[in-house]
């Protein structure tokens, strides 16, 4: 028996290693391919379903797929609906493994070809260790020891099944059968891949250990267990991450749901099927039809289902940041009226400043800011280029000369709140180069001028009834002459190796921004100023927002960037403050101090 248990592990452990190094292997050596091929099929939804389960049945892993689909999601790639496809085609994809385990079954020497693939895969990877043929070796490596293992274990059930009275493992009724389905279902939890959980009930089954109908319903406990995956990968995950898992999560418990409903039919309609298409009366064969049978029947189901579940998610798992990024008063109806459709975008400009303006406040305030502060970034650049695209668009109506000045002038507040934004998320990503320069020469200096930029932030409020730009300039020369007096300290301690080299053009950099954040939200204060227009409140209702249109969770103007009017018209609101704009500071400090 300990034997049969050393070869079970064994076994086991070698069909892991297998998935890992093929999994890895081909991300690495054709990662951009397969990436290519996910982003750019997906024009329709079926192109969708295609791509995603041929890339799966070349990674032979659905979660590294779905992942992946996440990542596009998020980076703008993909929309949420196209997305559905990948997740429906990497179920589909997934059922490859099942074939494998049918091909390993039939009588040939799995050593034939295993072997040579093992020992053709690590000469590639010693022959060309630092190249991507290293890693392509790694897969080709992991194909054959997927065959070994599974020969391994077949053997393993082969000699269980003699030395046991395989009887008892039959269900016994219908209790019997979800017995087995959470069997199927812990066994994929336990290893965190479904191609292990199916390859351990083909062979059983293979090997006489289980019954037909017995390893039917494992074969859907794993089915549904591959879900544990993405769940546990969009823990703290973004609202668009914790969609598609959603999604995944849908259609593997409705196609789970059917298929054990419809057991008796389906595996009676596998029987005669398998008989038509002349593939031979063996369990291994038998269960691989019935796994991609019923995950094709789930795509058949939900097919129809995926505009509304689309809707349903995207009305769901949303953040308050996500429900910022959604304009409040920009409405295309009003295009055709400039003079509504200008006082909307004011509007909408108003309520952006404030939200920049405080969520930089918070960001200089704030020792560790919280995860909400780190989505508003994502959620204000995209609100930002819905501004953008809404005066674009007001751009190419029939728009007054006369009004003209008054677009250009809040192209330009765009302008300047888009790169606070920016700035703010670049100051969060430089958090620890700052705070490892926080030593006993330099703390007094940063944090009063941390401090200085906070106050100057919360004066930049064109609805402030003291709200002076003379007074602006003043305070923002008395901050230049303080960021350069602190440059200046910090220089002088890193050359006496009181400050830490490695973060100091890090940290410079960072406390720079801080001083150009000041400026821009400065100037687009003036110019809120001079349209007349007062900041709205941003509070938004607690919850997450519905989509208005468009795509589901993607706000109305949403879409492909534009570029701004290229030049002021006649009639531009003229800066308030007197004199040239102020200049940007200079760029980053090199290591031996030299820098402006």
Known sequence: MFELAGMFLGGLGLFLLAVAMITDGLKLSAGEALRGILASSTRTRLRGVLSGALVTALVQSSSAVTVATIGFVNAGLLSLGQSFGIVYGANIGTTMTGWIVAAVGFSFKVEAFALPLVGAGMLLRLLRPTSRFAAFGEAIAGFGLFFIGIDVLQEAFAAFALSVDVAGFAPQGGLGLVLYVLLGFAMTVLTQSSSAALALTLTAAGGGVLALNAAAAMVIGANVGTTSTAALAVIGATPNARRVAAAHVCFNLLTGGVALLLLPLMLL????????????????????????????????????????????????????????????????????????????????????????????????????????????????????????????????????????????????????????????????????????????????????????????????????????????????????????????????????????????????????????????????????????????????????????????????????????????????????????????????????GAGA
């Open 269 to 592: 309609a596998v029987d005669r099927g398998g008989a038509a298409l002349g593939l031979a009366a063996i369990p291994t064969v038998a269960l691989a039809l019935f796994h991609t049978s019923f995950n094709i029947l789930g795509v058949a189901l939900m097919w129809p289902l995926t505009p509304w579940l689309a809707r349903f998610l995207a009305r769901h798992f949303g953040t308050r940041a996500e429900g910022l990024a959604l304009p409040q008063y920009l409405d295309r109806n009003v295009l055709g009226t400039p003079d509504l459709a200008l006082r909307a975008l004011c509007l909408e400009l108003a309520r952006a400043s404030e939200l920049v303006r405080s969520r930089s406040i918070e960001i200089m305030s704030a020792e560790a800011p919280a995860r909400e502060v780190v989505e508003q970034g994502m959620a204000l650049e995209s609100l930002v280029e819905a501004v953008e695209t809404f005066a674009t668009d007001l751009g190419a109506t029939r728009l007054p000369d006369d009004r003209r000045g008054e677009l250009t002038n809040a192209l330009r507040i765009n302008t300047y709140l888009e790169e606070v934004t920016r700035l703010g998320s670049a100051l969060l990503d430089a958090r620890d180069d700052v705070e490892a320069v926080l030593r006993a020469p330099v703390l007094p200096r940063v944090t009063a001028f941390q401090a200085g930029i906070v106050d100057y932030l919360r004066a930049c409020d064109p609805a402030a009834p003291g709200f002076s730009g003379e007074t602006l300039d003043a305070n923002y020369d008395a901050l230049r002459e303080q960021w350069h007096d602190l440059k200046a300290v910090m220089l002088e301690a890193a050359a006496r190796h009181q400050l830490p080299v490695g973060s100091l053009n890090a940290a410079l950099e960072a406390l720079r921004g801080c001083l150009r954040m000041a400026e821009q939200l400065a100037k687009a204060a003036e110019r809120l100023r001079a349209l007349g227009v007062e900041a709205p409140s941003p509070v938004l209702p607690a919850g997450p927002q519905p989509a208005q249109s468009g795509e589901p969770g993607e706000g109305p103007w949403e879409g492909p960037r534009k570029e701004p009017t290229p030049e002021a018209e006649p009639g531009v609101a003229a800066e308030t403050r007197p004199g040239p704009e102020r200049q940007p500071e200079p760029g980053p400090e090199t290591k031996d």
